[in-house]
């Protein structure tokens, strides 16, 4: 049973230090998204790549965050430096080829402080 | 600005009973939507989708229907299971870039009473 995966599950982190959210999509898949989720803005789209391009990053704050995937298999999620107001549930989505439909890792829970 | 909402943030029904969501969009463009399933601590899970060219489309328990003249979306779900209890969102979507890039509405609340 293919499945996105994510790590960490669970982060807790002081005010100014970098954190590193990672993904592994669905082997095959050609598109991968992240997502940040909070009870104030629900799910927001953060950035997408297609073929490890970067296509759009616009839902993201240019000064601390980045995101690249260095290889098919691993996308990267990096806040630096991280502030209270970045906590939050981190979604990483890979979607196959030729379809719509992405499927959703399990989610960083990230928590600053 | 466009955007995606909900009309009912919670919804609570016995089971067996039939449950309906609603979720309005607001962009005449969208010609894509999705209905989304979230339990608590789980990322958001692919239910069903309709493309604008349809107004009804069924799988398994479940139908969307698509009335795009008052630009509103519903997710049916028959015979409510206590297993259905979860979140569930909406999301009109934009093709980019050779994808298709979701907007997600605020979601609403299942809750299904044994």
């Known amino acids: 049973d293919a499945r996105v995966t994510q790590t960490p599950r669970h982060k807790v982190t002081e005010m100014g230090q970098e954190v590193t959210m990672r993904c592994q999509p669905i082997?095959?898949?050609?598109?991968v998204f992240w997502y940040r989720q909070t009870m104030m803005q629900g799910l927001e789209l953060l950035a997408y790549?297609?073929?490890?391009?970067?296509?759009?990053d616009s839902g993201m704050p240019k000064d601390r965050f980045s995101a690249e995937m260095p290889d098919a298999t691993l996308a990267t999620l990096k806040i630096q430096p991280s502030e209270p107001r970045d906590s939050a549930v981190y979604f990483c989505?890979?979607?196959?080829?030729?379809?719509?439909?992405?499927?959703f890792g399990p989610g960083t829970r990230l928590t600053v402080l | 600005g466009e955007s995606v909402g909900l009309h009912l943030p919670t919804l609570s029904v016995q089971e067996g009973d039939n449950s309906i969501i609603n979720c309005a969009y607001s962009?005449?463009?969208?010609?894509?939507f999705i209905w989304y399933k979230q339990e608590s601590g789980k990322g958001p899970q692919f239910i069903i989708d309709?493309?604008?060219?349809?107004d009804k489309r069924q799988g398994q328990r479940v139908t969307v229907l698509l009335n795009k003249t008052v630009k509103h979306l519903s997710l049916q779900i028959a015979a409510t299971q206590p297993g259905d209890s979860a979140v569930y969102f909406c999301?009109?979507?934009?093709?980019?870039?050779?994808?298709?890039?979701?907007?997600f509405g605020r979601g609403t609340s299942l809750i299904v009473h044994p």
């Open positions: 309709i493309r604008s060219n349809m």
């Open positions: 790549f297609r073929n490890r391009a970067p296509l759009d």
């Open positions: 082997l095959g898949h050609n598109t």
């Open positions: 989505a890979s979607g196959e080829r030729n379809t719509d439909t992405q499927y």
């Open positions: 999301a009109e979507n934009r093709a980019s870039g050779g994808s298709y890039i979701p907007t």
């Open positions: 962009n005449s463009a969208s010609d894509y």
